[in-house]
């Protein structure tokens, strides 16, 4: 393939393919070759590729009106408030464009809780191998020096602590009067699809609740249905005071979402923040579409059900493999944890025609789309178990 993105920066290493077109779970290169999109542009397009519910909808929201302005009413947004607040059990929402915009807010909303309860210098908890983006701010708080190197300084008002660790946050002395917040992924997907213990976010409710604290849910990656809720966090039983909502929610339509409940649905008044294409008609349609066809094609049972599929064909394939350290899920985020880095396992499995991505080196992480039936989910257990024994046997010292 020619070397043609010599006018692009540097930012991603990218995979010598170019998709044409899709069609649910499936996409077509420029060479006309087939592939099974297990990887959703990372966790973006859940109901497949040109779904027609959101096709017609961005179809027909562009030929009525693209955009006014936040300076006016704009009714698809509010009807989309609507629907995500009673969905998700929230108050209020503020709309963006991406995730690190959301969880800009989500800490602009935590800062200035803080200063209405007299705290000059508000401290935010964040946690050890968390992602949360590229802005400084969202970098900040991500807990990975990969992410952070070059850009400090870094921001102040932040704190980490490891994650899955209760006790840890407890720990916390009460002295620490500067906490206003923790700010935690329900399941850290950047970490390598890391599920913490069922009872983990529920203590972390109880902690805050009892400090005084904003608990904040980065749902960017886990949200939208993907863990067979519409949030990851609703498995542990906890509602958050401010959730974070990005990638599937437009089903590629660039729209974030900052949703929060109680005293932090209030802390933003006029003049606070804003967005420019925030919350526009082309993007409140797509997530519309995109709501009306998880609810009406069930699609919260079939990530639950399909990413049972997947797990249990790849134990019931690669048991007794060496090599393998852990297989972990929740609904269809899956990550299957080698002993040994395995970067090379994603353009292999692109020449079988699996998209898969491989997270910290040795993570397997799958992120199939939720409208995926049980001949695709059994189809990519299948592709990726050959592959994975070749791997490993390859990578075998010979005896
Ligand atoms: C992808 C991701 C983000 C950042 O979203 P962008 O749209 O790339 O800014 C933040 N948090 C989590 C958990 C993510 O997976």
């Known amino acids: ?82 629907r995500l607040c009673a969905l998700t059990g929230q108050e209020k929402v503020f709309f963006c464009n991406s995730g690190a915009e ?16 007299g705290i000059d210098a508000p401290t935010v908890v964040v946690m050890e191998g968390a992602f949360h983006g590229r802005t400084m701010a969202t970098l900040t708080a991500t807990g990975n020096p990969k992410v952070q190197a070059g850009f400090e300084p870094l921001l102040s008002g ?10 840890a946050l407890r720990d916390l002395r009460a002295e620490r009067t500067d906490i206003v917040a923790v700010l935690l992924e329900p399941v850290q997907g950047e970490a390598g699809i890391v599920v913490p213990d069922p009872d983990y976010l529920r203590q972390v409710r109880e902690i805050c609740d009892a400090r005084g604290w904003l608990m904040m849910i980065d749902e960017i990656q886990s949200g939208m249905g993907r863990s067979g809720k519409w949030l990851a966090s609703e498995h542990a039983g906890v509602s958050a005071d401010v959730v974070t909502l990005a990638k599937a929610l437009g089903n590629g339509v660039p729209i974030g979402a900052c949703l929060a409940r109680g005293e932090a649905a209030n802390v933003m008044q006029a003049g606070h923040h ?10 409140c349609s ?114």
Not at 9 to 21: C, D, G, K, Q
Not at 102 to 117: P, S, T
Not at 287 to 306: F, G, H, K, P, W
Not at 358 to 377: K, S, T, Y
């Open 286 to 399: 797509a997530a519309l579409a995109v709501l009306d066809t998880i609810e009406s094609e069930n699609l919260l049972d079939n990530a639950a059900q399909m990413g049972e599929v997947i797990v249990t064909r790849l134990r019931e394939k690669l048991a007794g493999v060496n090599g393998i350290r852990e297989i972990r899920s929740l609904g269809l985020l899956l990550g299957i944890e080698l002993q040994l880095p395995c970067p090379e396992l994603v353009q292999r499995a692109l020449d079988r025609g699996l998209l898969i991505n491989v997270a910290q080196g040795n993570v397997i992480r799958l992120l199939p789309p939720l409208i995926i039936d049980r001949e695709q989910a059994g189809q990519i257990a299948d592709i990726l178990a050959v592959l994975v024994r070749e791997f490993l046997s390859d990578a075998e010292p010979a005896t």
């Open 274 to 283: 804003g967005s420019t294409f925030g919350g526009n008609p082309l993007a």
């Open 158 to 167: 932040f704190m980490r602590v490891p994650y899955n660790d209760a006790a």
């Open 1 to 82: 393939m020619v070397e043609a993105d010599h006018a692009l920066m540097s930012t991603y290493p990218r995979l010598p393919v170019a998709f044409t077109h899709g069609e649910g779970a499936w996409l077509w290169d420029e060479a006309g070759n087939r592939y099974l999109d297990a990887l959703c542009g990372l966790a973006v397009t859940g109901l497949g590729h040109a779904h027609p519910a959101v096709t017609t909808a961005v179809a027909e929201q562009s030929q009525r009106l693209l955009h006014t302005s936040n300076l006016y009413r704009i009714p698809v947004q509010e009807q989309l408030g609507e």
């Open 102 to 117: 959301a969880n800009e807010a989500a800490l602009k909303i935590a800062r200035l809780y803080g200063h209405q309860h």
